[in-house]
């Protein structure tokens, strides 16, 4: 009888140890889901102007490309804020996309392109001069727009 117990309680054992082993491995499996499925993240800091086109191209081209396949924040301050009014004038350079047609590109594309409110203030930028699609920027919506790791290009 000591025996059939034993061998009841050992049977017992076992299948509670399968069935916890069964959900590690789906627990498992369903963290390795959801970290393939995170996208990473590019924050592109924007402080160039018509200063240097070239620097405000290539950020503003980079961010177009970047954003076919993660996730793109764009944060303009210093100088960049001056390109992004509703009278602001386009910069076309050979190699790169227009400033204003990567801009339609990334607000078609909901990608947050943000202005420095201190630097608005600066250059004389109210809220209502800035581009549709463009907004002031908000401290907790840097670290909010991806789940994945975070890459920061300056310009």
Not at 25 to 40: F, G, P, R, V, W
Not at 68 to 76: N, P, T
Request: proline share 2%.
């Amino acid at each position: 009888m000591k025996i059939l117990n034993l061998l009841l309680i050992v049977f017992a054992l076992s299948i509670v140890s399968c069935n916890n082993t069964n959900d590690s491995i789906i627990e498992t499996d369903q963290n390795a889901e959801e970290s393939i499925s995170l996208k990473d993240g590019a924050f592109i800091h924007v402080s160039s102007g018509y200063d240097n086109p070239q620097k405000a191209l290539m950020a503003v081209s980079l961010a177009v490309k970047l954003a076919e396949s993660q996730d793109v924040i764009l944060f303009f301050d210093i100088k960049g804020v001056k390109l992004l009014t509703k009278t602001s004038e386009d910069i076309d350079m050979e190699s790169f996309l227009t400033l204003h047609g990567a801009l339609d590109k990334l607000i078609e594309q909901n990608i947050q392109i943000m202005a420095c409110p201190m630097c608005m203030k600066k250059a004389g930028i109210e809220p209502e001069d800035l581009r549709e699609g463009v907004i002031v920027a908000e401290g907790e919506k840097f670290f909010n727009f991806t789940k994945g790791r975070i890459l920061t290009l300056d310009y």
